[in-house]
């Protein structure tokens, strides 16, 4: 006789029977969260140093967000954009304090891909139609955001996508300058490439496309929906470049977990967008924004920005000097560890075993992106057991 399913692959056989194979079929069912901790539905605990990729940026059930979803969903949970409340204002008002200027304007939606579907609409009202990214560069799934990313294997299969659209090298100042004309509507990038593997560009290249768009007219649009909301030690992940852009986008952490987007246009071309240009019906959501409002306000009393940064130094200064390991790269908590060898599956399905939840971009490289709030005891147990599983893959 068959012994009978565990959770897991009750699971496994629920899920292949009724949801679709675009994200393949997880290994790990979940059952719930508290902090930096997640207990799957066997009773495994890990330690979630991906943090929902780079979105809870408060873990899972802070009370703090909990409390202000649930006090929000007794007042209001929708209004639709007929109506005005509280809770957006609040937020809109603090993400302009954030870009240092009264300039900013926030249009809010659901997601990053609606974030830069956004700014690529706005970008078509400076009555230019040509627009420069960068390869490897991850903007979203939409055919518009779909444009703009520059991974060919999730391009492929869906073209023709929009015309208009140049990628150049990541990181070569030289390329993007040239690339940029005063025919060009908008260029996008990230700050750090989140999804290619946590890839830094030279310090000096968000400021040399700074000065390049001023010169030709042309919208800088930083796409910070996985460097964003104090990830990497600054609000948007920008501001140690000195720059302001013309418009950031937002999402991932923004909603403290909920679903939530924002695309902010700063000066000019806050003023693009004219009645019935753009919408959509869950945008600026009172519980969604509720949470943010929430999130903002426990990374600022706890001062989690600056806390990043430290946390930034004692594991790159662990890990780097682990065998097999080439370079830890990144800033504040998205980091990439970079292998000498193609072992980051290995290793990751090994750090799963021995609970803790990261992810491998690439075979060579393993992403962490932790909860902000993570504790030192947190960040060294995870140090030591990332060291003891390299250490092993290493040997074998
Ligand atoms: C995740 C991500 C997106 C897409 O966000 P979705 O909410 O999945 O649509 C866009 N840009 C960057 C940099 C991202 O990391």
């Known amino acids: 006789m068959r012994a009978p399913l565990n959770k897991t692959e009750e699971f496994h056989l629920r899920w292949s029977e009724a949801v679709q194979a675009n994200y393949g079929q997880p290994k790990i069912a979940l059952s719930h969260g508290s902090g930096v901790e997640v207990w799957d539905v066997e009773g495994n605990r890990y330690l979630d140093f991906l943090g929902g990729i780079a979105t809870n940026i408060l873990g899972h059930a802070h009370p703090d967000i909990v409390k202000a979803i649930s006090e ?23 993400l302009q304090s954030f870009t240092g200027t009264t300039t900013a304007r926030t249009f809010f939606c659901n997601s990053g891909a609606e974030a830069n579907e956004a700014a690529l609409k706005l970008s078509r009202l400076t009555g230019r139609s040509k627009i420069v990214a960068t390869h490897g560069a991850f903007h979203g799934r939409t055919m518009g955001a779909l444009s703009l990313t520059g991974q060919p294997s999730k ?7 929009l015309k208009g659209i140049i990628h150049v090298p990541f990181g070569d100042v030289k390329a993007i300058t040239r690339a940029i004309t005063s025919k060009t509507a908008m260029v996008i990038i990230e700050p750090i490439l989140g999804e ?6 030279p310090d000096g290249y968000l400021h040399a496309i700074r000065e390049r768009t001023l010169e030709t007219g042309t919208l800088f649009a930083v796409d910070a929906v996985q460097t964003g909301m104090g990830r990497t030690g600054t609000w948007f992940g920008y501001e140690h470049e000195g720059i302001t852009p013309d418009i950031v986008t937002l999402a991932k952490g923004l909603g403290g977990g909920l679903p939530l987007g924002a695309m902010i246009a700063i000066g000019k071309s806050a003023s693009l967008f004219q009645a019935g240009h753009h919408g959509t019906t869950f945008g600026g959501n009172p519980i969604a924004c509720a949470a943010a409002n929430a ?18 130094k004692l594991i790159k200064a662990a890990l780097s000097i682990l065998p097999g390991v080439a370079q830890v790269r990144g800033r504040g ?40 709030n993570v504790s030192l005891a947190q960040v060294n147990e995870f140090i030591a057991v990332f060291s003891r599983v ?4 290493v040997r074998s």
């Open 295 to 312: 999130a903002i306000s426990v990374l600022e009393r706890e001062g989690l920005l600056a806390q990043n940064v430290e946390f930034e």
């Open 196 to 201: 290619h593997g946590v890839v830094v560009p």
């Open 333 to 372: 908590l998205l980091l990439g560890v970079v292998f000498k060898s193609d072992i980051s599956s290995l290793v990751y399905d090994q750090l799963v075993q021995e609970g803790i939840l990261v992810n491998a971009p690439n075979p060579r490289v393993i992403r962490i992106a932790p909860p902000l």
């Open 155 to 161: 391009r492929d299969p869906f073209k023709p996508l």
């Open 72 to 94: 929000q969903s007794a007042k209001l949970s929708h209004v639709s954009n007929f109506y005005m409340h509280e809770s957006v204002l609040k937020l809109a008002e603090k």
């Open 390 to 393: 390299v250490q092993s893959q």
